[in-house]
């Protein structure tokens, strides 16, 4: 299957400060999604992206499908931020592959 | 209010009893999934099932199975032959005809083996 690559792994913030998150994945694909799982295991659909870049409030995503990655940006971090996020690639007709997620703490 | 129910939310097993594990949605979406999340882990792929009474195994299937009846229910049972079954337990649909193509989620079942 794909193979997805989430860096970094854990992540330390102030409140207020910006971040960059990366996705790396093996093979092309038509889907890829960010999500946040807050701390009771809820995850949240935050963008459908397999190309090009979107904006939803202070959260952005960008995909460059030639070059198999994506890049989830957070700015002014808020302590509502903190929990794991995940990068999930596939193609048409399967199931979706997960990385491992980047595990963000917002502190006050 | 329209989305993915699961239940149990907690749920205890002594070791060598089956369990199942319930997941209903109400979204009309045709393809369901299960995942299994282990501490510290990203999700891995169970079992799918595109449209009812068709299922595929995904990644890590041994000890588990599932049935696709009806198009809004897909109970995954965690069985004896499931060494480590401790985990938590995701389920999401996703409604293939949509060009969002986006996938929702449940809200977990934690099951624990006692």
């Known amino acids: 299957g794909i193979q997805v690559e989430q860096s970094p792994p854990d992540l330390i913030l102030q409140e207020g400060a910006n971040s960059t998150l990366r996705c790396n994945f093996s093979d092309s694909v038509n889907n890829l999604q960010w999500f946040h799982q807050n701390p009771w295991g809820q995850l949240i659909n935050l963008f459908y992206i397999p190309s090009g870049t979107k904006q939803n409030g202070r959260l952005s995503a960008t995909t460059v499908a030639t070059e198999r990655y994506s890049l989830l940006y957070i700015s002014s971090s808020q302590t509502t931020d903190s929990g794991v996020y995940f990068c999930a690639v596939g193609n048409s007709g399967y199931a979706l592959n997960f990385g491992k997620g980047t595990s963000l703490l917002v502190t006050p | 209010d329209g989305g993915i129910t699961q239940s149990p939310k907690y749920l205890f097993r002594k070791e060598g009893q089956n369990v199942t594990l319930s997941c209903e949605q109400n979204?009309?979406?045709?393809?369901m999934y299960w995942y299994r999340q282990d501490p510290g882990q990203g999700l891995r792929l169970i079992y799918y099932s595109q449209i009812v009474n068709d299922f595929q195994k995904g990644d890590i299937a041994e000890g588990y199975s599932v049935s696709r009846e009806k198009k809004e229910s897909f109970p995954l049972t965690v069985t004896s032959a499931q060494k480590n079954p401790t985990a938590f337990y995701l389920c999401a649909s996703r409604d293939q005809a949509s060009s969002g193509n986006t996938i929702y989620f449940g809200e977990g079942s934690w099951l624990t083996v006692v």
């Open positions: 979204l009309n979406h045709d393809a």
